[in-house]
């Protein structure tokens, strides 16, 4: 297991105003690290959502945000003249549905945009680099739960081809350029200020405003849901991990929770926080949907010390909070 005690740098992130990335900088910022956020507010969701993320960071004298496309390799490199101790690469176009309607879109931004950070990375000489990745590149791989080690992946939409490309990328980049890469497969990430588009947000609001909720197939897909405090824990371990020189150069590890939870499991557990009860709207299956996710992290507890700790039934009770104190602030903003 590596010593998670590494003395605070100074952080690159990239899609820091995100859902997982605003939590990373809360927790880097706690603890005594200086942190430069890339990210150009996409409007995939509202950025109303992200500049809400990072108002506390921006009165923080160790942070600072650079509102940059990473599409733009030479932006990049123009306004990022700090030295990085690590580069966290998280900005993405990250829905899976969504990349079914706009898969160029989905090239651009998450397979020219690594590459542009790769690049900078090289030529900046800064080796450490931990990137975020998918469960959803190991696709119709059929032996769960799924491994690292695994061969094959089968990725069935082109988010995911695009994550997995990128993989790939960090792989040249490790062997042939001298980075230190790691790649992080996140699996569903959940709890409080998760993206609006992920099933759980999306059935919330819906409840609560008396809706339908479209279930596609007949609800007997499942999940391996991760709660962002165990997927921030993982990407923290991560940076300790590829800033250690002892360590190998080129890594992938799963970062799940190792417990599967059915569509209409999840509906009930939500019926139950929220106390509404769900009205179903049934839908056909979608194309290019993963029927089921399923994280080992044997992996990733023994290099990185990973253990998650919050169950789904606790992270959800935290989001049915977070989201009532959210729709309130919403509607006092209107
Ligand atoms: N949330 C999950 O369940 C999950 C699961 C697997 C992988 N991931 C990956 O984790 C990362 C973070 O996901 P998230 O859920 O926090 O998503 P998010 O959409 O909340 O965060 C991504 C951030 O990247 C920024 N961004 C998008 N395009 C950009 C561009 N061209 N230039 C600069 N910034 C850009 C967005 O504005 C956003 O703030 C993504 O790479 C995503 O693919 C997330």
């Not at 100074?10 to 899609?15: E, K, S, V």
């Not at 900088?25 to 993320?53: C, E, M, Q």
């Not at 499991?265 to 049934?282: G, H, T």
């Amino acid at each position: 297991m590596v010593d998670r005690r590494t003395p605070a740098g100074h952080a690159l992130i990239t899609g820091g105003a995100g859902f997982i990335g605003s939590h990373l900088v809360d927790s880097l910022l706690a603890d005594g690290w200086r942190v430069t956020v890339v990210d150009n507010f996409d409007p995939y969701y509202d950025p109303a959502i992200k500049r809400r993320h990072i108002a506390p960071h921006l009165l923080h004298p160790a942070y600072r945000l650079f509102e940059i496309d990473i599409r733009d390799g030479a932006a990049l490199e123009a306004a990022l003249t700090d030295d990085y101790s690590v580069i966290v690469h998280l900005a993405a176009k990250a829905g899976v549905r969504n990349s079914l309607t706009d898969p160029l879109g989905y090239q651009m931004t998450n397979v020219i945009g690594t590459q542009n950070l790769l690049t900078f990375a090289y030529k900046r000489g800064i080796k450490p680099f931990v990137f975020g990745s998918s469960s959803s590149v190991y696709g119709e791989c059929p032996r769960l739960p799924w491994r690292e080690s695994d061969l094959g992946l089968l990725p069935i939409n082109p988010y995911a081809s695009s994550k997995l490309a990128d993989e790939q990328l960090g792989y040249v980049y490790a062997q042939t350029f001298g980075l230190r890469f790691v790649g992080l497969r996140f699996f569903t990430v959940f709890g409080e200020r998760q993206r609006p588009d992920l099933a759980i947000h999306k059935f919330a609001r819906l409840m609560l405003a008396g809706k339908t909720i479209p279930v596609y197939g007949d609800g007997s897909s499942e999940r391996d849901f991760t709660y962002w405090g165990d997927i921030v824990a993982g990407i923290r371990g991560a940076m300790t991990f590829v800033i250690d020189a002892h360590q190998p150069n080129y890594a992938l590890f799963n970062l799940g929770n190792n417990r599967t939870i059915g569509l209409l499991e999840m509906i009930r557990k939500l019926e139950n926080v929220l106390q509404v009860e769900a009205k179903i709207d049934w839908q056909p299956w979608q194309p290019g949907e993963m029927r089921r996710t399923w994280a080992d992290i044997d992996k990733a507890q023994q290099a990185l010390g990973y253990a998650p700790a919050t169950d789904f039934d606790t992270g959800l009770a935290r989001f049915a909070v977070w989201l009532r104190q959210t729709m309130l602030i919403e509607a006092g903003a209107h």
